[in-house]
């Protein structure tokens, strides 16, 4: 018996050396993408209690700590400084304070973050100081400064994690000029993010040498724009073109994905993309077994959290109470009054309330020729009585300029050709779609069943037109007359009100579809509001007090036969009702 437990005890004592040099150890990795301003579960603009925000993921991220420690790695993925009148506030009201998103970010104890296309647009003053603002490093290693050549932000960051190290690489997608003026990115210029990825990947390896890499990608699965130097959606892309990536955690397009998928060196890559308004995170669990202090084997798995299911973190509340009462007292500033709902369900089936009041004081505003608009919300409405600063959200969701360029009536045309060509169906029978939907788009926060984004549907004010849906595309839209009773002359040029967005080539109706050279947009702008749109739009409404918003009905789908019965079907697909 003796001689057995002697046994044993050599064989023990010989096996603690090599226990001793192995051991495991688990990581956990948390990214928010396309906050908005989804900070608190209220939403400013519709005065109604929303899900998720980022009081829930507080919540979790706390549980989280409590059992990973330092162990836990938070990223946010950029558009977090637009979205609800929370940002706006603290963007453009109260400029002194912190900004509200740097606030949030260093209450969660982010780690890292990127910035996204949003982040820009409210220009170099609010980003800038936002960047100040927040303690942990901002990435961006596409994002190059025109005078130095240099990543404008941190390329990428390392964490040591119980002498484990991780590297995080950001990139933007570098479609911003395609969407923002110059002056909003002045001294910017984007990189073509597999060519930077490759580049900051070869430099991680070669001076870092970390055991795990995490790209951070503000740039959407695969596809949106794509032009001979870059796409605007290439996270998929790079994660298969660029050795070395883990993990690769991204956003913008607002769409739920998940996916495994396998890099031209045979690795596997876990993707990530949490979509839009902090409802869900991006959740990965790295184990790794560790040997004379390298990694021997790793093990990553990943998943999307709801977290509409986890509770609001009271002490976040608490600690932003101030905050909120400050945007309440802004939001609840009665501008105006309504005579009627405007609803913007109606701009896809006709001439509407909702999208003509836009034009119309796009029209007021610039005294311009003719205006373009399309909506910009899904399902938003306002309702008839007292209008409220909130409101203004809801009629005009984004901060965009608005610009008077010039176009030929030719060009106009074939705007719209476009326009409508991305919006309705080409019917070759009463029973077809009215509308080109999509199904496997229902569950996408950006098209929503459409095949096409919405706020590409571009309707106009200042012409008389009708949209033969039985025409092929590029001949639907038959302009019939000036709305004040003059001739419309494809050959004359025309003074025309649009959003910067669209003036600077988004969605590309300016340049595929009126055929401007891109390079030349800038030359046709003839004025460019200050501030704006939703700015102007508010003091036209504060002017006049009272408003009844009607539609103008300048235009309208035909034959009316086979369109009324195909929009009412449609409707009931898209709304329900």
């Not at 296309?117 to 603002?133: F, L, Q, R, S």
């Not at 901002?138 to 390392?158: C, E, S």
């Amino acid at each position: 018996m003796k001689k057995t437990v002697a046994v044993c005890l050599v064989a023990l004592c010989m096996s603690i050396p090599t226990m001793a040099k192995q051991k495991t150890i688990r990581i956990k990795v948390i990214e928010t993408s396309d906050v908005h301003g989804s900070f608190f579960p209220y939403d400013f603009i519709t005065r109604n209690p929303k899900a998720g925000t980022m009081a829930r993921v507080s919540s979790y991220v706390n549980a989280m700590r409590e059992e990973y420690g330092e162990n836990l790695i938070l990223l946010d993925n950029g558009d977090i400084l637009q979205g609800q009148p929370t940002c706006y506030y603290s963007n453009f009201i109260d400029t002194e304070s912190p900004n509200i998103a740097a606030e949030v970010t260093n209450y969660l104890k982010y780690d890292a973050q990127t910035i996204g296309n949003h982040d820009v647009e409210p220009g170099h003053a609010v980003y800038d100081k936002c960047i100040k603002d927040v303690k942990c490093p901002m990435l961006g290693a596409n994002i190059i400064d025109t005078k130095t050549g240099k990543p404008y932000l941190q390329p990428y960051i390392i964490f040591n994690r119980q002498g484990v190290k991780i590297a995080v690489i950001g990139l933007l997608t570098p479609a911003i000029p395609n969407w923002l003026s110059n002056s909003l990115w002045s001294g910017l210029r984007f990189e073509e993010m597999v060519t930077s990825a490759k580049h900051w990947m070869s430099v991680v390896q070669e001076t870092e040498h970390p055991d795990i890499v995490i790209g951070l990608f503000h740039s959407g699965k695969e596809g949106g724009i794509i032009t001979p130097e870059y796409d605007e959606d290439a996270s998929i892309k790079v994660a298969k073109e660029v050795p070395g990536f883990d993990i690769v955690l991204y956003g913008h397009d607002h769409t739920r994905h998940h996916d495994i998928i396998t890099n031209i060196a045979g690795q596997e890559v876990v993707c990530l993309d949490p979509a839009n308004n902090a409802n869900s995170v991006a959740d990965v669990s790295i184990n790794l077994t560790m040997k004379r202090k390298k990694v021997v084997e790793k093990v990553i798995t990943g998943g999307l959290i709801n977290m509409n299911d986890q509770p609001v973190d009271e002490a976040y509340m608490q600690h932003f109470q101030q905050r909120i009462d400050e945007v309440n007292n802004f939001v609840n500033r009665k501008i105006g009054e309504f005579k009627s709902s405007i609803y913007t369900r109606d701009c896809y089936f006709g001439s509407s309330a909702f999208n003509d009041l836009i034009l119309n004081l796009e029209l007021q505003i610039t005294k311009a020729d003719i205006a373009f608009n399309a909506p910009l919300s899904f399902n938003a409405s306002i309702k008839e009585g007292p209008i409220y600063m909130s409101d203004m959200f809801s009629l005009y969701r984004y901060e965009n300029q608005l610009y008077v360029m010039r176009l030929t009536g030719e060009e106009i045309r074939k705007h719209l050709e476009m326009s409508y060509d991305l919006w309705v169906n080409t019917m070759q029978s009463p029973d077809d779609h009215l509308l080109l939907l999509d199904e496997q788009t229902t569950g996408d926060q950006q098209r929503l069943g459409f095949k096409n984004f919405s706020f590409n549907f571009d309707s106009a004010a200042g012409i008389d037109y009708e949209v033969d849906v039985t025409k092929p595309d590029g001949q639907k839209v038959h302009i019939l007359q000036m709305s004040n009773g003059q001739p419309f002359d494809e050959k004359k040029w025309y003074n025309v009100a649009v959003n910067s967005y669209r003036g600077n080539g988004g969605g590309e109706l300016l340049t595929h579809g009126a055929g401007i050279p891109r390079d030349s947009l800038e030359s046709r702008i003839i004025w460019r509001s200050e501030k704006d749109q939703r700015y102007y739009l508010m003091k036209e409404i504060e002017k006049q007090q009272v408003m009844d918003p009607q539609p103008n009905n300048n235009w309208r789908f035909i034959p009316e036969e086979w369109v009324k019965p195909a929009a009412e079907r449609d409707r009931k697909l898209l709304f329900k009702q």
